[in-house]
């Protein structure tokens, strides 16, 4: 793993929600910081309601990650394109995000309860 990139235990209870909608809760999320970026929460997918995830075509490559895959949410208020990411097969340093998935919180409000 590259030196910048550190990967724990997110403690306690995360929840995320979009367009008013809980999309999932989880006590086993993971807190992914790296450099100088905020730390972002990862999901793990059997905590989140995937119903409501599309894939897209969209990808984009991390040299310390690998290739993510991007989400769209089906929202009732309409779809927020590409609002979540995932490391389908995560480079070896990065392994623990593997079945976790990411999200931009300027499209949904990821949160500690």
């Given at each position: 793993m590259a030196d910048h990139i550190k990967i724990r235990p997110a403690t306690g209870t995360w929840?995320?929600?979009?367009?008013?909608?809980?999309?999932?809760e989880s006590t086993n999320a993971l807190e992914l910081a790296e450099g100088d970026y905020p730390p972002v929460i990862y999901f793990p997918r059997a905590d989140l309601a995937m119903a409501f995830l599309e894939p897209t075509d969209?990808?984009?490559?991390?040299?310390?990650?690998?290739?993510a895959s991007y989400f769209t949410i089906v929202?009732?208020?309409?779809?927020?394109?590409?609002?979540?990411?995932?490391?389908?097969?995560?480079?070896?340093?990065?392994?623990?995000?593997?079945?976790?998935?990411?999200?931009?919180?300027?499209?949904?409000?990821?949160?500690?309860v």
């Open positions: 929840v995320v929600r979009a367009a008013g909608a809980v999309l999932g969209t990808t984009s490559t991390c040299p310390y990650k690998g290739e929202a009732k208020s309409g779809p927020l394109a590409n609002a979540a990411w995932s490391y389908e097969r995560p480079l070896e340093g990065v392994a623990a995000i593997k079945d976790h998935l990411a999200f931009y919180s300027d499209k949904v409000a990821v949160e500690q």
